[in-house]
């Protein structure tokens, strides 16, 4: 009986906020890899492997070119890893970029918005950016202690409160968008245009289809549900 396909999982992640030179992500990497092998369907535990190898078999048994992975260890990570990766390192230029003063990448996908719809509520900011209300309500208060927003009763319901940019919060909202865009171009630039096309367009249709498997799973249409 064939093994299953299987895929690196990892005990640790290399620590991305310093990166000192070109290559180093990949050093890291190199350290940090367990040599561990998780197979689909197994029951959760990590089997020790002796080598940082992986199994090019897909479920049909046959060897396929698609799932070849050479000796780049990006190569290896799953693609949530890698994915996270690359949007931390997103996060940390724009950072870099706006300064010590400037809107946080946590804070950046809020100013996006009231920058496009001025007064939203925070539960319509919640919707937006996808994250729980917790968590809004102390990044709002944050940028509020920061003079980047202000909150104020709201014309239709007294009981809530609508979010709007103060004059320095839209002031420091557009030089994030100038600045978002400059690292968009850096991280696209190996691209042509229509790599870039073809890349946003399977990013959309992966998002797409991952929310749909999440609703159905909070839904309790899961497995063993």
Known sequence: ???????????????????PRAGSIREQLHLCLTPCLLPYGGEGHFMESKSLKILEQDVSGQRSDEQTFGSDPLQRVTLGYLINLIARLLAQSLK?????????????????????????????????????????ANTLKRMERDGIIERRASLEDGRQATVHLTERGRKLAEVAVVNAFDVNRVAL????????VQLRTSLIAMAERLESDLAEHRGGRGHGA
């Not at 009986?1 to 990166?19: G, H, L, N, V, Y």
């Not at 100013?111 to 209300?133: M, N």
């Not at 630039?189 to 870039?196: H, I, K, M, S, T």
Request: hydrophobic share 35%; net charge negative.
């Open 189 to 196: 630039e190996p691209l042509d245009r229509e790599a870039q």
């Open 96 to 136: 870099a970029r706006n300064g010590v003063e400037g809107i946080l990448p946590g804070q950046y996908p809020i100013v996006l918005e009231l920058l496009t719809k001025d007064g939203p509520t925070q539960r319509d900011l919640c919707d937006f950016v996808k994250i729980e209300q917790s968590t809004m």
């Open 1 to 19: 009986m064939r093994e299953p396909f299987c895929a690196i999982s990892f005990r640790s992640a290399p620590d991305t906020r310093k990166i």
